[in-house]
């Protein structure tokens, strides 16, 4: 079925500094996503993106974060600075429509510390 | 609060028996997605649903928008089918996908 890929699958950094998660999406798919989950925690919305806008963000979605997909390429989601709580496995997906079937990637494991 | 609600939080079957997995809101839902975690961590998709029932093989799930739930029946289950199964549910104010605390499965021999 459509493949949904994270780059990098682990990612480890010390607070305060940048980083950026890079998701690549199912080609022809328009609306994206990003969920993070703690370790033991349920996986949670962070934010939708289509048309190169944000549609809808939760309250985890803190000022330090964004998003942005230049010109087709990988969709990213960018921490700046990061925090010891930014630390969880984050989960791109990806849908054709905005009420369609979400297709995950593998998530990438970030760790703050 | 929390919007959906899944049971069991584990189950254990034995190859060839089956049951059913359930996840109920506490808000009227428009559509509901079931995943499975494989072992390597990579949600799978099994089925989506804005109504009705859909069967796919050995798994077969519903949603009862009106009466708040959703249910993933397996049957005949086999030792590929371990791992953790997720229910997230679409409210129908809002766009976002809520979801379930997962519930952990392992089939033995």
């Known amino acids: 079925g459509p493949k949904v890929l994270q780059i990098p699958s682990h990612q480890i950094i010390d607070m305060g500094q940048m980083v950026t998660l890079n998701c690549d999406p199912v080609?022809?798919?328009?609306?994206f996503y990003w969920y993070k989950q703690i370790l033991g925690q349920q996986m949670e919305f962070l934010v939708n993106?289509?048309?190169?806008?944000?549609?809808?963000k939760s309250k985890l979605f803190k000022d330090q974060f964004s998003v942005e997909r230049p010109d087709g390429s990988y969709f990213t989601l960018k921490i700046q600075p990061t925090a010891l709580e930014d630390s969880a496995v984050y989960f791109c997906?990806?849908?054709?429509?905005?009420?369609?079937?979400?297709?995950f990637g593998p998530g990438t494991r970030l760790l703050v510390l | 609060g929390d919007q959906v609600e899944q049971s069991p939080s584990a189950l254990s079957l034995h190859e060839g028996t089956g049951s059913a997995l359930r996840c109920n809101f506490t808000?009227?839902?428009?559509?509901v997605q079931w995943f499975r975690k494989n072992s390597r961590g990579s949600l799978i998709n099994l089925f989506y649903?804005?109504?009705g029932t859909k069967e796919n093989g050995r798994l077969k799930s519903a949603f009862d928008s009106k009466e708040r739930y959703s249910t993933l029946h397996i049957r005949d289950a086999q030792l590929e089918d371990s791992g953790t199964y997720f229910c997230?549910?679409?409210?129908?104010?809002?766009?976002?996908?809520?979801f379930g605390t997962g519930t952990k499965l392992q089939v033995v021999p």
């Open positions: 649903l804005a109504s």
């Open positions: 997230a549910a679409e409210p129908n104010s809002g766009t976002y996908q809520r």
């Open positions: 080609s022809n798919h328009l609306y």
């Open positions: 997906a990806s849908s054709l429509e905005g009420r369609d079937t979400q297709y």
């Open positions: 808000t009227t839902m428009r559509a």
């Open positions: 993106f289509y048309n190169g806008k944000v549609m809808e």
